[in-house]
């Protein structure tokens, strides 16, 4: 490293108090692409930060292969078995079955057609707190959305929805920031409502996403109450998370930019197109990225950042929809967390690719 070179700790929260490290990955990507990382506890993983690179590792799940988890610990996640998998952490062709089962409801022009009851639910969420005077960003509106859209998708209601949501923060929080076990009851908790919207939904098949999966066949196996609480819990998550963050993260930007704020309100017509890639693969063999040899990857996951195609990234190893009837509330039980642990968290199942022990002396390195 050069002597000007900022230290590089993406596992530590500190890096991320605020805001996004930019000068950290700015300089990874000039200087390092493939970065080895010290992991406390753990053997380390290969930090990919060019966008060339993670993105031919999500194209090669020969090689980088997703099923070791997506957290940086190997096999951290502790809520899948051999015979069942949740999407994001499976590879071709599992995965692919089961991304086709939604990717329908998912595409442009499904979204499009979606546009009038999303702009119902946002009218709700700015008229819940245009009397007040005054809101929080996040929990009063960038959290409602996501969760609001995706529960009206799921066809189970949007308080529930925000409760889920709620539960995700237990999974995922820091195991110090809370009382030991609180993931794991998080999960029964997750688990027990999924289950009793599975069989709701094939007892009364409705409209809706969440009866999709329940009736669903992938390679003509059909899906039992397992793969759909994984199913549940990915959407509930992943609908709830990445954009909470989006237009929380976008909203202040505009508030630290007035005159681009000024700006948009003047011209804009509703066309924002933010665009995202988000993966997970693991290697298991030896493979070439930006230029380095590796050895065989045990696991690796990639995130990259919104709408820029230089952005960073790291690659890690190891239409209205019919109102249903509400599952027994004694399911759900809000989780608390911290906004520091989410930080934490987030820092650690951030991308990164990581090699086995015995080959941490290699400059090997994780395609995208």
Known sequence: MSPTAPTIALLDPASFAAGQPHEQFAWLREHDPVHWHPEDGGPGFWAVTRYRDVKAVGREPQTFSSVSGIMIPDNADGIESDHHQMMISADPPEHTGLRKLVAPEFIPRAAKAMRPRIAELAAQIIDGVAGRGECDLVTDIAGLMPSYVIADMLG???????????????????????????????????????????ERKRAEPE???????????????????IDF???????????????RNLVAGAID????????????????????????RSSCAGSARSSTCGGRRSRPLRSAVWRSRPARRSSCTTARRTGTRRPSARPQPSSISPARRTSTSRSAEAVRTSASVRTSPASRSTRSCVSC
């Open 253 to 276: 930007t505009l508030f630290a930019h007035p005159d681009q704020l000024a700006w948009l309100m003047r011209t804009s017509t509703g066309g924002w197109r933010p665009r995202s």
């Open 229 to 243: 609480n994984l199913f549940f819990l990915l959407l509930i998550d992943a609908g709830g998370d990445t954009t």
């Open 207 to 225: 409209d809706d996403l969440a009866t999709i999966i329940a009736t669903a066949s992938v390679d003509d196996r059909e899906l039992d109450v």
């Open 156 to 198: 189970i209601p949007l308080e529930d929805g925000v409760e889920l949501y709620g539960l995700t923060e237990a999974i995922h929080a820091s195991p110090e920031s809370q009382e030991a076990g609180a993931a794991l009851m998080a999960v029964a908790r997750m688990f027990g409502y999924a289950r009793e919207v599975w």
